[in-house]
């Protein structure tokens, strides 16, 4: 598959693990995901709205999340989340393609959504990603999304491919 990505690569970006005040006032710690994060992740999925799942993911019942985690939690994708007060409410991944290139997706739980941990959550996890080399990354959004289209724009994605019923767009690190 042939993406286009923008000639000129992104500004650097902040890595985990780094902390930020979201529009609420609550602190909100963004840190690389480890094992040990599995099973708060699990619970911030198993809480997550159907209405806010796109794609298929994240998956809807346990055990299709826990499946969905053994293969995104591995070596080979990137992982940080986002966690207040002890609790996992925000997950983001950088999961290596085919091609070489990383697909991106972020879930934050709706109750922390519109605060500014979406924003803080994709740019520590793209600053995680030059960390670890990844050059080109891509993702697509629901063409009625918005408010995640906005946020990608205002990190830096620009859209390569607007023919569908969804937005792919693309970033160079």
């Known amino acids: 598959m042939s993406r286009t990505y923008p000639d000129e690569p992104a500004s650097e970006f902040p890595a985990p693990p780094r902390t930020v005040t979201d529009k609420e006032g609550r602190e909100v710690e963004l840190v690389p995901a480890d094992e040990a994060d599995r099973e708060a992740i699990v ?11 796109a794609q298929g993911i994240p998956p809807a019942k346990e055990e299709g999340i ?20 002890g609790d996992v409410v925000g997950h983001a991944t950088l999961v290596p393609d085919r091609h070489g290139e990383h697909e991106l997706a972020i879930f934050v739980l709706q109750s922390f959504q519109g605060a500014g941990i979406g924003t803080a959550l994709v740019e520590t996890l793209l600053g995680q990603g030059q960390r670890a080399g990844i050059e080109k990354v891509w993702l697509t959004v629901e063409r009625w999304n918005d408010a995640a289209a906005s946020l990608y724009r205002k990190v830096g994605f620009e859209t390569s491919n607007a023919e569908s019923f969804e937005i792919e767009m693309a970033i160079r690190l």
């Open 43 to 53: 619970a911030m999925y198993v809480d997550f709205d159907p209405a806010d799942r």
């Open 66 to 85: 826990r499946n969905w985690l053994d293969t995104i939690l591995d070596g080979d994708c990137v992982n940080v989340v986002a966690r207040y007060d």
